[in-house]
């Protein structure tokens, strides 16, 4: 499954996640955004599963925003698994 999620209050515009039928992430692009972050973002969260990712990057702040890339990340996994962790 392969969903756009558009972000809110970050430096990135929206990104692209791809998620097997286990749950498991096969890409990640940010779309924006810190270039050398998001790129380790997306490398450090492939092939693992879309549940811990939410578990470790949700509540992630960035200057003071209530939110970050990271944060957004988990919650469009969360959209797209229909987890409410």
């Not at 509540?59 to 969360?78: F, H, K, N, V, Y």
């Amino acid at each position: 499954m392969i969903k756009e999620y558009r972000t809110r209050r970050t430096c990135s515009r929206s990104i692209t996640v791809e998620v097997d039928e286990q749950g498991i992430i096969q890409n990640v692009v940010f779309h924006g955004g810190c270039s050398g972050n998001t790129q380790g973002i997306s490398a450090l969260v492939k092939g693992m599963k879309a549940e811990e990712v939410i578990k470790r990057c949700k509540g992630i702040d960035c200057s003071g925003r209530g939110t970050s890339c990271p944060d957004q990340l988990a919650l469009a996994l969360e959209e797209m698994i229909g987890a409410e962790n």
